[in-house]
């Protein structure tokens, strides 16, 4: 497992192919929020 804070969900293709294209990997991104995060979240509802 790599984690890493990544600003922009935008980011993922570049982080994805540099780091797996050539080793056949399957790679899953999932998304973490802390409670900053969550609390800006739902003040844009």
Same mark, same amino acid.
């Given at each position: ?11 993922? #293709? +570049?982080?994805? @192919?540099?780091?797996?294209?050539? %080793? @056949?990997?399957? &790679?899953?991104? &999932? #998304? &973490?929020?802390? %409670?900053?995060? /969550? =609390?800006? +979240? /739902? =003040?844009? /509802?």
């Amino acid at each position: 497992m790599i984690f890493f804070d990544m600003k922009k969900s935008s980011d993922i #293709p +570049g982080i994805a @192919e540099i780091l797996f294209q050539n %080793a @056949e990997a399957a &790679v899953e991104f &999932v #998304p &973490v929020m802390n %409670a900053d995060d /969550l =609390k800006k +979240g /739902l =003040k844009s /509802l």
